[in-house]
């Protein structure tokens, strides 16, 4: 028999997103926050960039969780609640929830509400006896869950979205992930590995173009809920790694000195201006690690594949 889906919704969208956005821009370096590309288009454009040729991460993380399954079920044992930070599709969740031991709820966290609604009541045509809580929620912030019972809980965080912070916000984030959870609950975490510049180059710029649509779309997401004006075609996306800081930065770039409206407030573009609207740290199994432990957690095992281009870390509260 099929449990419904229950949804909850935790996130005051505007107003976050007008304040945000406006500071952002307002900067002398204009930044805009990775999460605002995450409408229902955004999210349909990063599941199509997921299934192109140059993009590793997202096959690598699926063979990684394919080929360890049993061994990934084994070490994390008899689980009660499976959480997923930023759900997007839910291709990545279906190995664990089909091998995990003794799963009786998951709880799908994603600021896209529709996408995340409609992720979510595929899954529980496939798993009709799980318990499905569907949060529509902003996992980079605090987040008080629907969780009432002390039953062992893991959080589920993959594709590497761990290094769209600043180490200083990754370790923020991991500290208050820590709060949500007891002692020997854990934490499965997917982190793309450094490596060489020519592979993440490609990686963030595949010849169909759809990382570019897909990080220009955060525009239409602007214009389409805070009243902006930009004209995407004045607008270029630009992405490279930075070795030094060993991330991908990623950019939209104006073709053209222009003015720009959002929210009732003008912004000033010269050509070749910039605005920074992603980060994508990359860290190797050694680091990730002892950031984990300066965060409350101890770290329990590692999954690579051939190429260590990717690794899988599961995690528990100390």
């Given at each position: 028999?099929?449990?419904?889906?229950?949804?909850?919704?935790?996130?005051?969208?505007?107003?976050?997103?007008?304040?945000?956005?406006?500071?952002?821009?307002?900067?002398?370096?204009?930044?805009?926050?990775?999460?605002?590309?995450?409408?229902?288009?955004?999210?349909?454009?990063?599941?199509?960039?997921?299934?192109?040729?140059?993009?590793?991460?997202?096959?690598?993380?699926?063979?990684?969780?394919?080929?360890?399954?049993?061994?990934?079920?084994?070490?994390?044992?008899?689980?009660?609640?499976?959480?997923?930070?930023?759900?997007?599709?839910?291709?990545?969740?279906?190995?664990?929830?089909?091998?995990?031991?003794?799963?009786?709820?998951?709880?799908?966290?994603?600021?896209?509400?529709?996408?995340?609604?409609?992720?979510?009541?595929?899954?529980?045509?496939?798993?009709?006896?799980?318990?499905?809580?569907?949060?529509?929620?902003?996992?980079?912030?605090?987040?008080?869950?629907?969780?009432?019972?002390?039953?062992?809980?893991?959080?589920?965080?993959?594709?590497?979205?761990?290094?769209?912070?600043?180490?200083?916000?990754?370790?923020?984030?991991?500290?208050?992930?820590?709060?949500?959870?007891?002692?020997?609950d854990g934490f499965l975490i997917g982190i793309d590995t450094k490596k060489a510049a020519s592979v993440l180059d490609e990686a963030y710029n595949d010849q169909a173009g759809v990382t570019a649509q897909f990080n220009l779309n955060i525009l239409q997401h602007i214009n389409e809920s805070l009243e902006g004006t930009f004209d995407l075609t004045w607008f270029e996306h630009v992405a490279f790694y930075n070795e030094a800081l060993g991330r991908v930065e990623m950019y939209l770039r104006s073709r053209i000195d222009q003015l720009v409206t959002v929210a009732d407030q003008t912004f000033s573009f010269k050509q070749g201006e910039t605005i920074h609207t992603e980060n994508s740290y990359k860290y190797s199994v050694d680091d990730f690690q002892v950031l984990a432990r300066q965060n409350g957690f101890t770290p329990v095992t590692c999954f690579t594949d051939r190429n260590q281009y990717f690794s899988v870390h599961y995690l528990e509260k100390t």
């Open positions: 028999m099929s449990q419904q889906v229950k949804s909850y919704d935790m996130y005051t969208k505007q107003h976050n997103m007008r304040q945000e956005v406006l500071s952002g821009l307002s900067q002398d370096k204009k930044t805009l926050q990775a999460k605002y590309f995450y409408d229902q288009r955004g999210s349909e454009l990063f599941e199509q960039i997921t299934r192109q040729p140059e993009y590793y991460l997202t096959r690598t993380e699926l063979e990684i969780l394919s080929q360890h399954q049993v061994a990934i079920a084994d070490c994390i044992g008899p689980v009660h609640t499976l959480i997923e930070y930023g759900s997007g599709s839910s291709r990545k969740i279906k190995s664990l929830l089909s091998s995990l031991h003794q799963l009786e709820a998951y709880m799908p966290i994603d600021i896209s509400k529709e996408f995340l609604i409609q992720s979510a009541h595929q899954l529980s045509q496939d798993y009709p006896t799980l318990d499905i809580k569907a949060v529509c929620g902003d996992y980079s912030t605090p987040l008080v869950l629907p969780i009432e019972d002390k039953l062992k809980k893991v959080i589920f965080f993959p594709g590497s979205t761990i290094g769209n912070f600043d180490p200083d916000e990754a370790a923020a984030f991991l500290s208050r992930s820590c709060q949500l959870l007891e002692k020997g």
